[in-house]
Every structure is written in structure tokens, then in C-alpha cells.
């Protein structure tokens, strides 16, 4: 009988789902931006762009509001149309690190940098994560740097 339970329990296990819980994201990312253009003629500049988050804001229930760290990349604006990309490697309270790679697609009237973003990997809880969504970033008039982030993330 014992056999039998034990068989039972173990396909029981295997025949399980994972759980994984799916979490809205947005909210706004603070930190410490610089940017530097180099143009190359009257309409053509490349922007190398880096940025020190030191925090997000959003629901308490948002994974991503501890996360920490350096992103990086470059911009490029070619006769107004604007492309380019990066990737972001965070930390979180757990010391678990999430990568993200982002591209632009636009820029707003005011300057910002609007693109997409999506997760490439991590460890810990974010080995297995999965998501992605849009951000729209920049300095206002006080130059005070935010990226307003929208989309969901996946943890298994």
C-alpha cells in the first residue's frame, strides 16, 4: 500500500501546473541620468545614454519597485526618426539581478524617449521571469530624471 501512495503522490507532482502570478508594473523609475549627443551632421545625431536607477515607484505588490542598478545604450536620430537600444542589469532587495533590454522608437514633443522594453533573463526569481511593456524617459525643466514604465511581468 505504501508503494502505491508514494507512485500516487509523485505523479501527482509531476502532473502539477507551476503557479506563476503575473503583477502590473507600471510605475515610475527615478535615478541619476546623463546623456551625451554627438552629432554628426544637422540631421544626424547618435546619443550615448547612461542611467543609475535608484528606484521605482508603484503597487507594494510590484517586483520591480526595489530594483536598482545601471542601464545603458544608444540612441540614434536620423532625420527625426529615432531607434537604438540597451539593456538594464538591476538588483533587488534579495540581492537576485534582473537584465532588461529596452529600444526607443520615439521622442516625445518635450524630449522624452519613448520605446519598449522587455525582460532578457536574471537569477534567482528572475531567472525564469518573463515580461515586458512600454517606458516613456526623461529630465524635466528641473532636471529631475523619471521613466515612466507600463507593462506586466510573469514570476514562475
Given amino acids: ?56 515607484e508603484g503597487a507594494a505588490d510590484n517586483p520591480m519597485a526595489t530594483l536598482k542598478g545601471p542601464c545603458f545604450g544608444s540612441v540614434l536620430v536620423d532625420k527625426g526618426n529615432v531607434s537604438g537600444g540597451g539593456h538594464c542589469q538591476y538588483t533587488d532587495a534579495d540581492g537576485e539581478m534582473a537584465v532588461i533590454s529596452w529600444e526607443a522608437n520615439g521622442m516625445s514633443a518635450e524630449g522624452r524617449t519613448m520605446g519598449s522594453w522587455a525582460l532578457a533573463g536574471g537569477s534567482g526569481k528572475w531567472a525564469t521571469a518573463t515580461g515586458g511593456g512600454s517606458f516613456d524617459a526623461g529630465t524635466d525643466a528641473a532636471g529631475t530624471y523619471t521613466n515612466k514604465v507600463t507593462g506586466e511581468v510573469t514570476l514562475d
Fill in 1 to 56: 500500500m505504501k508503494r502505491i501512495t508514494t507512485a500516487t503522490a509523485a505523479l501527482c507532482l509531476l502532473a502539477a501546473p507551476a503557479l506563476a502570478d503575473t503583477y502590473d508594473v507600471s510605475g515610475t523609475g527615478q535615478g541619476k541620468a546623463t546623456s551625451t549627443p554627438m552629432p554628426i551632421s544637422d540631421d544626424l545625431v547618435v546619443v550615448h545614454a547612461t542611467t543609475e536607477y535608484t528606484g521605482f
